[in-house]
């Protein structure tokens, strides 16, 4: 499918997102194509949900979708929002897999 042409940059886009989702970043660093899983992610595990629509609209749900599904991290009520949004089952998500187990401290 052909990418949507947009009428604002990729930065101006980034701007309108809330600013705690890249509170570590610098967004002008943030390259189109490049960092459009890890902005996906960002905004879907800290966003407001207004966020999440305009980055969907923006990326395509199928590309969201993706940059979810292959997500190393992500917080679980993300995974369980994703999963209800997307109809994906939780197990799906590559993150789902990778959790690492909570091992109880050895007893000396």
């Known amino acids: ?3 949507p042409s ?3 940059s990729y930065e101006d886009f ?3 997102l809330s600013p705690g989702v890249f509170w570590d970043v610098d967004i002008r660093d943030l390259k189109e194509k490049h960092h459009d899983a890890f902005v996906i992610q960002r905004v879907f595990d800290y ?3 207004s966020d999440i629509v305009k980055v ?3 990326f395509g749900e199928e590309s969201a979708k993706k940059a ?3 997500a190393r991290y992500l917080d679980k009520k993300t995974v369980a929002f994703a999963s209800s949004l997307f109809h994906i089952k939780p197990q ?3 993150c789902s897999t990778l959790r690492q187990s909570n ?3 050895w007893k000396s």
């Open 14 to 16: 980034l701007k309108t």
């Open 6 to 8: 947009h009428l604002i």
């Open 92 to 94: 799906d998500f590559r």
């Open 47 to 49: 966003g407001l949900f």
């Open 1 to 3: 499918m052909k990418a």
């Open 103 to 105: 091992l109880a401290h």
């Open 68 to 70: 979810l599904l292959s």
């Open 56 to 58: 969907i609209k923006w």
